[in-house]
């Protein structure tokens, strides 16, 4: 009796340990799999994502002011009149008076109690300051008492600075961003991904050949290609 019931213990046992065994060995496989299965579409898709990003990334201040129109900045600046003005001698209100504020120092005017987030803050007021400020008063001096969202906006940024700049400013308007430039400094921003996706989805197929590992095989070739291959220059300015 017990002889038997330890046999059929050690059965069970058995068949717990295959199993076992056998759901291991297909996690292993089914883990192995995933990346393969999901590395192949993706290439592609993933280039056209990138570039997509980078396409919806903006671009720097400069390129936008090109284009930019002081009459539609006029008009975005009935947006801070409840809190400021920018006339010669104005008044300061909610907000301080802005004109001559572009080109100056950040908090330009000793008549005015700025908050210490503002005061503090340092350095000057130039486009690519003005524009990160506008864009998001909090996030340029976080405590700020500027109370206004910002303008996600590029090209309205653009033309309220315009706008602003013709009201005691003393900056001019910065040459364009160069056709090559552009991407190298959106580089950081993901231009370069992108080529590098772009490459790396040429050299793909070859790697794979290869090697049977596409993720092997294909990074370091890709990004050997990437640095001045006329694939990856090319994939660039492709997003205008
Ligand atoms: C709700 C009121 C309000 C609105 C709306 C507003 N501002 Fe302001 N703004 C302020 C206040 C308050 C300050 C001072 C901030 C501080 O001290 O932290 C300020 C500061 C500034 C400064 C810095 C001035 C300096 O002397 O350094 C600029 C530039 C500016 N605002 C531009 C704008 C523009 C352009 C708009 C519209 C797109 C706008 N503001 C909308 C209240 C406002």
């Known amino acids: 009796m017990d002889g038997r019931f330890n046999t059929?213990?050690?059965?069970?046992?058995?068949?717990?340990?295959?199993?076992?065994?056998?759901?291991?060995?297909?996690?292993?496989?089914f883990k192995a799999e995933?990346?393969?299965?999901m590395g192949y579409p993706i290439p592609g898709v993933q280039a056209e994502?990138?570039?997509?990003?980078?396409?919806?990334?903006?671009?720097p201040i400069a390129h936008y002011l090109q284009t930019a129109d002081a009459a539609r900045g006029e008009n975005i600046f009935h947006r801070c009149q409840s809190c400021h003005n920018a006339d010669n001698g104005g008044a300061?209100?909610?907000?301080?008076?802005l004109w001559g504020t572009v080109g100056?120092?950040?908090?330009?005017r000793p008549d005015f109690s700025y908050s210490d987030a503002l005061k503090n803050h340092g350095g000057r007021w130039d486009w690519d300051t003005l524009s990160q400020w506008l864009h998001s008063p909090s996030r340029?001096?976080?405590?700020?008492?500027?109370?206004?969202?910002?303008l996600s906006d590029p090209q309205d940024r653009?033309?309220?600075?315009?706008?602003?700049?013709?009201?005691?400013?003393?900056l001019t308007i910065p040459p364009p961003p160069a056709e090559g430039a552009t991407p190298g400094n959106a580089a950081t921003g993901g231009n370069?991904?992108?080529?590098?996706?772009?490459?790396?989805?040429?050299?793909?197929?070859?790697?794979?050949?290869?090697?049977?590992?596409?993720?092997?095989?294909?990074?370091?070739?890709?990004?050997?290609?990437?640095p001045g291959s006329p694939p990856a220059n090319a994939a660039a300015p492709a997003h205008h």
Request: net charge negative; glycine share 16%; charged share 10%.
């Open 34 to 37: 995933r990346p393969e299965t």
């Open 158 to 170: 653009a033309d309220v600075l315009l706008f602003l700049n013709q009201h005691g400013g003393t």
């Open 92 to 97: 300061n209100g909610l907000g301080p008076n």
């Open 104 to 108: 100056n120092n950040v908090a330009h």
């Open 8 to 29: 059929i213990a050690g059965w069970v046992l058995g068949a717990g340990i295959v199993l076992l065994g056998a759901t291991l060995v297909t996690g292993e496989l």
């Open 49 to 59: 994502g990138e570039g997509g990003e980078a396409a919806a990334a903006e671009q």
């Open 192 to 226: 370069a991904p992108a080529a590098n996706a772009a490459a790396a989805s040429q050299q793909r197929p070859r790697a794979d050949a290869a090697t049977g590992n596409a993720t092997q095989g294909g990074g370091p070739a890709a990004n050997q290609a990437a």
């Open 140 to 150: 340029f001096a976080p405590g700020t008492k500027m109370t206004f969202a910002g």
